[in-house]
Structure formats: C-alpha cells, structure tokens
C-alpha cells in the first residue's frame, strides 16, 4: 500500500502536495511593531498575505519590512489605504439616508456629523424611543465607531 502512495505522489506536480492550508502568523508581526487597524496575516505556503486598514502609508510599509525581516520573500501586502475625510463623508452621508428611510423617524430632524468615524448627532425627535433608534441605526453604519447623541425633544 504505502508503495502504491509513493508511486503516485511521484508523478504528482510540486505544487500539488505543497501546503495549502493558511496559517495564522499575525501574532509575530505584532511582536515585530506592526500596528495596523484589523491586522490579519496568513501564510499560504510560501506567500504571506497581510490584511488590515490604516491611513498612514508607512505603518503599512512597515508591515511589508517586517515580513521581510521575518524571513519572507513572497508578500502580498494587502493593507487598505483610508483617507479619513473620504470615510466620514461616506459614514455621513450613509447614517443621514438610512434615517431618512426609517418610518417611525419621520417628523424626526437629524443633523450628522462624523470625525474619524465617531459620530455626533443632533437634532429632535418626537419620542425618546426615536432617540435610541436613531442610535442604534448609526451605530450600524459601517465604519462607525460611536455615536453621540445631543437630541432635544420637542
């Protein structure tokens, strides 16, 4: 039996014994100063994958030099760019629309306002029910990180 295995592994190309399985070394870029909002880095056989977001390009740089001084040659830096002004307008503009459309905030007045993704909202509400929904419906919002809330009742 074992022969037969050895037999066939023979003619098999490389890559297909190779492993495939994606390891988790994120714990040793850490350990090397990577600070990287989301870091996730995997080793796929000999390439090394790294994932996360940041708006600073050089702390995603630093991610690449710490694979390098780790040893690894294959890296696949993967780390998203944020520009913060782009994300708060997004967060904005999504948070205000998503309250437009809710039914029971109608009558309700919003004003959204989001820096680095901490969002202040003012505004009334006819109930302190519509208050918390409002909240809760920010809070959903990708790339927020809080909300809030200076509503008046009236």
Known sequence: ???RILIV?????LGAVAQTDAVDITAAFIRGGAVIENLKVVRISDVVLIL?????VRKAERASHIATALGYQR???LIVIRDDATD???IVYTGQRQLELEPALEGCRF???SNLGVIRLTGSVRRDLQSDLA???LARV???KAVHPDLVLR
């Open 75 to 77: 890296v696949a830096n």
């Open 111 to 113: 004003r959204v306002d």
């Open 142 to 144: 990708d790339g927020v």
């Open 135 to 137: 909240v809760a419906i």
């Open 1 to 3: 039996m074992l022969r």
């Open 88 to 90: 708060d307008a997004a």
């Open 52 to 56: 996360g977001k940041t708006n600073d």
């Open 9 to 13: 592994m023979a003619f098999l190309p």
